[in-house]
Structures are given as structure tokens and as C-alpha cells.
């Protein structure tokens, strides 16, 4: 027989709701406020030019590139209902990559490449902005993302 006191017992079982409590109040949330998980993606210098690609009607990639002080491209255009893939690099040191409206928080790491997806339903200016001290230019460090009807520019 195995010999487990009342007390620990009463502990492993406590520790195991938390647990629980805790993983399905993170899928929760991932449900309830549409947050996705950011990736990592391994590196490749092909990611670290900025650019937006056009994969098709409503789906995009973004090579997003942080550095002091700015990210490139800084101005995104893409259609209502657009399905935008952000792939993150940084020149220099960690910048933040943070679009408030759509739960998005992200860093931008030399060396790294972090991904993660997002989609554009209403039309809009969303500001991308660095939430990571970067040095003396970070409060200005910004872009953003221009939701368009799909025939305006
Ligand atoms: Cu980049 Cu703060």
C-alpha cells in the first residue's frame, strides 16, 4: 500500500483544479477575445525585408522589420475581411509590436522571427505601435494598418 498523507492528498488535489481552472480559463480567453497565441518561426533572412505579399483576394503577408525607431512598411494596406499573416523581425534591439483594437502584442527580437495572424472585419486605421522601451525615439515608434474597402485605396 502506498502510504500518501490526508493533507497531501487534499494538496495534490487543490493544485490540480488550479491547474485545470488555469488551462481552461486560457482557452477560454482564446475563444472569448479571439487572441491568437503568437508563433515562432524559425529564422531566414528572407523574412527580415520588409514587405506585404498578396497571396490572394483576402489573405496577406507582412514582413513586418522594427528598428530605431520605426517599422517598415509603415503604412499596411488591405481590404475589409482581410486574413493578414505578420511575420516580426527587428534590426537592433527588442521593439514591441502592438495593435491595441485586435489583442495583439507581440516582440520584435534580433535574430528571431515571431508570427501570428490576424483578421481585418471592419474598415479602419489600426495603429501599430511599440510598447517596449527602444530608446529615445520609442514614443514615436509607429505604424499602421489601413482597412480599405476592397476597390478604395
Ligand atoms: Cu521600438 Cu520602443
Known sequence: MSVIDKSEKKVLMIS???????????????????????????FDKAYTEP???????????????ASMWQFEPAEIYVPVGSEVDFFLSSKDVVHGF???????????VYGNINKTTVKFDKKGVYKITCHEYCGVGHQNMQAEVIVHEPQSK
Open 51 to 65: 514587405k506585404v505579399v498578396q497571396l490572394d483576394e483576402k489573405t496577406y503577408q507582412v514582413f513586418s522589420v
Open 16 to 42: 490540480g483544479v488550479v491547474i485545470a481552472l488555469f488551462i481552461f480559463s486560457m482557452l477560454y480567453a482564446k475563444d472569448q477575445y479571439n487572441s491568437n497565441v503568437p508563433e515562432c518561426v524559425p
Open 98 to 108: 502592438n495593435i491595441a483594437e485586435k489583442n495583439v502584442n507581440m516582440m520584435a
